[in-house]
């Protein structure tokens, strides 16, 4: 139960779909994209839809809100920023998975880079000698391997996902040593430390989209409809750019 917590809490999809969602083209999964047709559970993914809603309105939009007001713009870009440097195993992992070890060994310098120069990853001291970052995830290099990415789902607290995404998070999971580290037989004290860290990232990247979802929850004329749509919409254009790399080659 404890795996299956952190799980959930490793991550929220709902930030980066409206974030940086784009259309799809001619692949088969770039076509369930955009015909929405991939949603065999929708009674149940409606429901959960609005059972997320409920504890959104109670617990995630408050949380991020205050984060918003209590942390200054630079401070809440350095959280931001250690965030995702705490992420570069399980980035520099996908990388070698799907390939590319170039991008795997630039995860690692950037992560040591980072941590040092950029002291603790606050800063983003990498990019500026030249290293940007490019994170991925193992749903993604699922995604690679030509698995599709299956039904739509609606997860508890994190929202829009798939089959597919739901295994990249098991996966991701256990390509994050920290989670070995503190939940090790010797930091029975410190199991709370991957929880709260991935409870931090959730209200984080919610802060960054509470204009855009109050947009869609506001206008939309189905908000469900929207959500789900920039979901597929949004894992069809990373995945399409990973495949465009791996072709170039």
């Known amino acids: 139960m404890k795996i299956f917590r ?16 784009q259309s799809g083209s001619s692949n088969s999964e770039e076509e ?7 949603d065999p559970l929708e009674p149940f993914n409606r429901g959960m839809y609005a059972v997320n809603s409920v504890i959104d309105g109670l617990v995630m ?9 209590v942390l200054p713009q630079p401070a809440r870009d350095g959280a931001g920023h250690v965030l995702t440097n705490l992420k570069s195993p399980i980035t520099a992992t996908n990388h070698l998975l799907q390939g590319e070890p170039k991008q795997a060994a630039t995860a690692v310098a950037r992560f040591f880079i980072n941590t040092t120069v950029g002291i603790l990853g606050i800063f983003d001291a990498a990019a500026d000698l030249g290293l940007p970052g490019e994170e991925t995830s193992f749903n993604e290099t699922l995604g690679v ?9 609606i997860i508890p607290i994190l929202g829009p996902s798939s089959v597919r995404h739901v295994v990249g998070m098991g996966g991701d999971y256990f390509m994050q040593p920290y989670n070995y580290y503190f939940n090790g037989d ?12 991935a409870g931090v990232d959730a209200i984080h990247h919610r802060n960054l989209v509470l204009e855009s979802v109050d ?35």
């Open 145 to 153: 391997w030509g698995v599709n990415t299956g039904p739509y789902l």
């Open 61 to 69: 939009k408050p949380l991020a809100i205050a984060w918003r007001l």
């Open 6 to 21: 952190e799980l959930l809490l490793a991550t929220i999809l709902i930030c980066p779909i409206l974030a940086e969602s």
């Open 186 to 197: 010797s930091h029975h004290g410190d199991s709370w430390v991957p929880t709260a860290i």
């Open 32 to 38: 369930t994209a955009v015909g929405e047709v991939n």
């Open 215 to 249: 947009d869609v929850v506001d206008n939309a004329a189905d908000p469900y409809a929207t959500f789900r749509s920039a979901y597929f919409q949004y894992q069809s254009h990373r995945l399409k750019k990973r495949k465009e790399r791996h072709s170039a080659k």
